[in-house]
């Protein structure tokens, strides 16, 4: 297998364990090295081997202590390639004393990186010469394949989640609809069908009993009219529509609870999703702002370049906010990952909480 079928792989979004498997067959054939292994770091200063060619000592889903004297442990500690090349300075515990075990005398490791944070090792064994000195540079072309087919599962299941999120917030808001116009609008109706059916049977010599009905219905008729208005603002803002997302902001502004200061340069009516979406996100900002972070501001800036809509939010409150507890911050993440942007969200302890949004402008 060359690496041109491993990228491959890792493009076709083969499982990660699949190809973890075909990286450390590579390594050893390619390297023509005995004993190769992928591992992952886990919290607990342990590595789990998830890839491994020629070495039953350490089968694939067995877990090891992060020994000082290994190459795991050097990896884990430096964050950069690393060598071993004296047996018996592999450590005396449990992962030392199995790598003598296997007779390898020199071990080379280096750092699988995703999204900038160290997830794991692919290390290669020798149980004759120390390992050539060039081993290390020319293992980094497999330790990126890793890293890049980890980072492809992340995304999909991310993607997959994100899908099943949507969908559940969509089944919840037709309940909440249905729920809506069941037991306000229609029983509302209902009313107004009673009281119509009543005044159809009126005798006509009483004219004042027929007008306070009228206006009962009359009355009945307004307050379905504005249960109807409430449900339509939920799903989408009138304003919006009307007049386009700089006014329909300023509006959200005027009614936060928290002051606003509000920075926007968007001249022209965008696609309707897109405005949407940035609506929402800045509506659940200032909600946020105003309920759980106990701001005094809140610095809203807008702008429109290359068909993409720059959205930032900053306030001054207590931060902490966590995007994986709640269902605001996922919902708005959601929307925008829908449309193909981003979303990053900053809320250090004591810090504030600050969102930066990146908005394609689509109707896709």
């Not at 997302?245 to 926007?264: D, G, Q, T, Y």
Request: charge should be negative.
């Amino acid at each position: 297998m060359s690496d041109l079928r491993l990228a491959t792989l890792v493009a076709h979004r083969a499982p990660p364990d699949e190809i973890f498997a075909a990286v450390a067959r590579e390594v050893g054939q390619t390297l023509e090295i005995r004993n190769t292994v992928v591992m992952r770091y886990e919290p607990d200063a342990t590595a789990t081997t998830v890839g491994v060619w020629n070495s039953e000592t350490m089968p694939v889903g067995s877990r090891w202590p992060l020994e000082k004297g290994t190459v795991t442990e050097l990896v884990a500690r430096t964050k950069a390639a690393g060598r071993i090349d004296d047996a018996y300075a592999m450590g005396a515990g449990e992962l030392g004393t199995a790598l003598r075990d296997m007779g390898l005398n020199s071990a080379v490791g280096c750092p699988v990186t995703v999204g900038g944070h160290l997830w794991g090792t692919v290390a290669a064994g020798s149980t004759a010469e120390p390992l050539p000195d060039d081993t290390e540079k020319r293992m980094l072309d497999f330790t990126d394949l890793v890293a890049a087919a980890i980072a492809n599962a992340d995304c999909h299941a991310k993607l997959q989640a994100s899908r099943a999120r949507v969908l559940a917030a969509a089944d919840a808001t037709r309940r909440l609809i249905e729920r809506d116009l069941h037991d306000g609008t229609q029983q509302r109706l209902v009313a107004v069908m009673l009281e119509l059916r009543a005044m159809e049977t009126m005798p006509p010599t009483d004219p004042e009993e027929f007008k306070r009905l009228l206006s009962g219905t009359t009355h009945a008729l307004d307050e379905a009219l504005e249960d109807l208005r409430g449900i339509a603002r939920g799903l989408h803002p009138a304003l919006l529509s009307r007049r386009g997302l700089v006014p329909a902001i300023k509006a959200l502004a005027r009614c936060s609870a928290v002051p606003v200061e509000l920075n926007m340069c968007a001249d022209r009516q965008l696609a309707e999703r897109s405005e949407v979406t940035a609506y929402h996100a800045v509506s659940e900002a200032l909600t946020n702002a105003a309920k759980h972070a106990d701001a005094s501001v809140v610095h809203v800036d807008l702008s429109v370049k290359d068909a993409t809509i720059w959205l930032s939010i900053r306030d001054d409150g207590k931060g902490g906010a966590d995007p994986g507890h709640g269902s605001g911050l996922l919902s708005i993440t959601d929307r925008v990952e829908a449309l193909g942007g981003s979303l990053q969200i900053t809320s250090p302890i004591g810090g504030g909480t600050s969102l930066l949004a990146e908005i394609p402008i689509t109707d896709m």
